[in-house]
């Protein structure tokens, strides 16, 4: 096997903030290994299109504090076909790069399966804000949106209280619920639905009401998108049901993947790219690092791609015992 020259870095998927630093690392850490290091822009579409542009330590000097990607990051299911796949690996062979570094999610890490099992070396990291990649306890960006998440709540508990009302706060999260449930124990909310759990609308009523009978001001209900109980429809529920407060749904979107990623997302970022270019400098491949705290680990693109981390339930029951 020739040694490894170059490596390249791409973002795909969602933005994440922490995104910015983990190009930081490991464009530097590539640098700092004697290796040349390329940027793709958009993703997976840029790969094929051979959208790259070469990279110095200066390059990517300014960028840890920023949120979003400076790479750019766009959608591509079309990547799925396998023609696309062994074009993209013909536009890195085309500037002698050996080696890919894909940050993202669920998604990013199934293309950079793909390009493993046609031979190509590549190393995933672990980037949504969703934290349902396979394979990490956190991935980039997770920190971040949940402070975004509690800043929002803490300021609507404000007027909630104020006005004596039940605010209903929808967090990210079609398919997992890790952000709603975390943000909901951080909160104090009284109720906390996501798509992992069925909640009826008579155990929300039931907890608004009981926190109107212990002469709360407020109450505070979060609920993930995937939940099967939506915000707008809950709030009608509600409203019929006599709780004592007046309900009102805010939905936080997108604000939620966007800001300066926090000190640990830019630790975490740094982490993640270092261990990510030795290991391919070391000759692994078809890996994506992640964390077994305190640990830098890897886990097989093969074994990450189909599977999701589910979140960890028990904070789900202590949040029920704490919403008194």
Known sequence: ?????????????????????????????????????????RAYEGLVGGEFLELGARDVGGIIQRGGTVL?????????????????????????????????????????????????????????????????EISIGVDTALNTI??????????????????????????????????????????TLIPEREVSAEEVADAVRGAYARGKTHAIIVVAEGARLAANALKETLDRMNTGF??????LGHIQRGGRPSAWDRLIAARFGVAAVERLHAGERGLMVGLRAPAIIATALQEVCGRKREPDLEIYRMARMLAK
Request: glycine fraction near 12%.
């Open 1 to 41: 096997m020739a040694p490894l020259k170059s490596i390249a870095v791409l973002t795909a998927g969602g933005d994440a903030p922490g995104m910015n630093a983990a190009v930081r690392a490991v464009v530097r850490s590539a640098i700092a290994l004697g290796l040349q290091a390329w940027g793709v822009r």
């Open 72 to 136: 750019q990051t766009v959608r591509y299911p079309e990547f799925e076909q396998p023609q696309l796949q062994r074009e993209a690996i013909a536009q890195l062979e085309a500037r002698g790069v050996g080696a890919l570094v894909a940050i993202g999610g669920d998604g990013t890490m199934r293309g950079a399966a793909a390009l493993d099992r046609l031979g190509f070396p590549v190393v995933g990291i672990p980037a949504s804000i969703d934290n349902d990649v396979y394979g990490t």
């Open 150 to 191: 509690v800043e929002a709540i803490d300021k609507l508990r404000d007027t909630a209280a104020s006005h004596r009302r039940a605010f209903i706060v929808e967090t990210m999260g079609r398919h997992c619920g890790h952000l709603a449930l975390m943000s909901g124990m951080i909160c104090g909310a009284e109720m």
């Open 246 to 251: 007046e309900s009102r749904v805010t939905i």
